[in-house]
């Protein structure tokens, strides 16, 4: 699976980490910035993330800044991209389940590596279920 995945400055260190942790499970991720802990701006990597769902590019997202916030709401701004503000492990799997997410927003200031990790293997792992909740996605880019 390809992964895109970007911060801004406050996520960097969360954003280093999850790359590796990603790698190490055998993700092809490809990092879109922040490149260091010098102050950024986070629509500056969230839309080239979002834009590289969007076109394919990239299978599934992984966007950090210091609320999540911010991240998830410029990738929303994509026509395709179902992004999800994610804080810990149910929140990331119903997001999957329910909502079809294909890019997880996570919150730098407000959680551990090892929290994160959690929220992005099953993030990785969970598939829509669909049924009731296909035509519900489907009204989102309406």
């Known amino acids: 699976m390809k992964v895109a995945i970007g911060s801004d400055h406050v996520g960097f260190t ?67 991209v179902r992004s999800a503000l994610c804080w810990n492990e149910e929140v990331a799997k119903l997001a999957r389940q329910h909502n079809d997410a294909n890019i997880i927003a996570l919150p730098a200031r407000f959680m551990d590596e090892k929290e994160a990790e959690k929220c992005v293997d099953v993030f990785f792992t969970t598939d829509f279920e669909g049924g009731r909740h296909t035509g519900r996605v489907k009204k989102i880019d309406e």
């Open 14 to 80: 969360l954003k280093e980490a999850l790359k590796v942790y990603l790698q190490n499970k055998g993700f092809d991720v490809k990092d879109f910035g922040t490149y260091s802990e010098e102050r950024a701006d986070y629509p500056d990597y969230a839309h080239p993330v979002a834009k590289a769902v969007e076109t394919n590019e990239a299978d599934r997202g992984v966007l950090i800044c210091g609320s999540g916030n911010g991240v998830n709401m410029a990738a929303n701004r994509h026509h395709g």
